[in-house]
C-alpha cells in the first residue's frame, strides 16, 4: 500500500461546482496532514493544514478522520484559478519533518 | 515570509556531464534541507536530506555517488548530479523546514533535462 494515495482525476467540473478530493495514508502514527496545490512545473503551495477537527478556509474545507487514515478537501463555488494539482501531503513520523506527497489530483475548472 | 532561492530553475545538459542546483535560504538559516525529485505526473519523491556541518542522508534507492549533496552554510545547500543521463531528467525541489507557522518553504525547482 502507498504510503499517501489519493483518487486518481482528473477532475473537470463547470464554474461555481463544488468538488471534493479524498486521500488515504499507510501510517497510522502520523502526525500532520497537509493540502497543497501545485500549478503546472512550479513549486506545490500550501494550501491549508488539516486538523481533526476540520478547518475551514474560506471556499476550502479540510477533514481528518484519524480512525479511517482519511484526509478530505472540500472545494466550494469553483473559480477558472482554482485550476491546478491538488497535493495530499503527510508528514513522515519520526522524522526531521520531511514530507510525503500523493501523487496529486489534477482539477479543471471551465467556464 | 522565509524565502528558499533555487537556482537554476531550467538547465539542459549533454548526458555524461554534470549539472549544480543550490538552494539559499534568504531570511533564515536552514539547517536542514530536504531534496525531492519530480517525475511526470508523479509524485514528489523524497531523495535526501542534508544537514549543516554533517553528512546528507539519502533514501533508499538513492545513489549518492551520483547525486552528491553539501550543506556548506546555515543558508546554503546544494544538489550536484554527476554524469547525468536522460533518465536524470525530472524537476527537482528543495525545501526547508523554518519557524513559521506550518514550518516549510519550498525552493522553485529546477527543471534538468538531460540530452
Known amino acids: 500500500r502507498k504510503e499517501v494515495e489519493q483518487d486518481p482525476g482528473p477532475f473537470n467540473v463547470p464554474e461555481g461546482a463544488t468538488v471534493a478530493f479524498n486521500c488515504t495514508y499507510s501510517?497510522?502514527?502520523?502526525?500532520?496532514f497537509f493540502w497543497y496545490r501545485q500549478d503546472c512545473r512550479k513549486e506545490p503551495k500550501l494550501l491549508m493544514s488539516v486538523y481533526s477537527s476540520g478547518n475551514e478556509d474560506g471556499r476550502f474545507t479540510a477533514q481528518l478522520n484519524r480512525a479511517s487514515q482519511y484526509i478530505s478537501l472540500l472545494i466550494r463555488d469553483s473559480k477558472l484559478s482554482d485550476s491546478a494539482t491538488y497535493l495530499c501531503v503527510v508528514s513522515r513520523v519520526g522524522s526531521q519533518g520531511n514530507l510525503i506527497f500523493g501523487k496529486g489530483t489534477k482539477l479543471s475548472v471551465k467556464p | 515570509g522565509a524565502v528558499v532561492s533555487q537556482h537554476p530553475s531550467r538547465v539542459i545538459c549533454k548526458s555524461g556531464t554534470s549539472v549544480k542546483i543550490e538552494c539559499r535560504s534568504l531570511d533564515f538559516q536552514a539547517t536542514t534541507m530536504f531534496w525531492y525529485r519530480q517525475f511526470p505526473k508523479q509524485s514528489l519523491m523524497l531523495m535526501a536530506t542534508?544537514?549543516?556541518?554533517?553528512?546528507?542522508?539519502?533514501e533508499q534507492g538513492v545513489e549518492k555517488d551520483k547525486f552528491l549533496i553539501n550543506h556548506a552554510s546555515l543558508t546554503l545547500s546544494t544538489l550536484t548530479v554527476t554524469s547525468a543521463h536522460p533518465e536524470d531528467s525530472s524537476f527537482y525541489i528543495c525545501?526547508?523546514?523554518?519557524?513559521?507557522?506550518?514550518?516549510?518553504?519550498f525552493g522553485s525547482g529546477t527543471r534538468l533535462t538531460v540530452v
Open positions: 501510517n497510522s502514527a502520523s502526525q500532520s
Open positions: 525545501s526547508a523546514p523554518d519557524r513559521g507557522q506550518f514550518g516549510y518553504t
Open positions: 542534508s544537514n549543516e556541518g554533517s553528512k546528507a542522508t539519502y
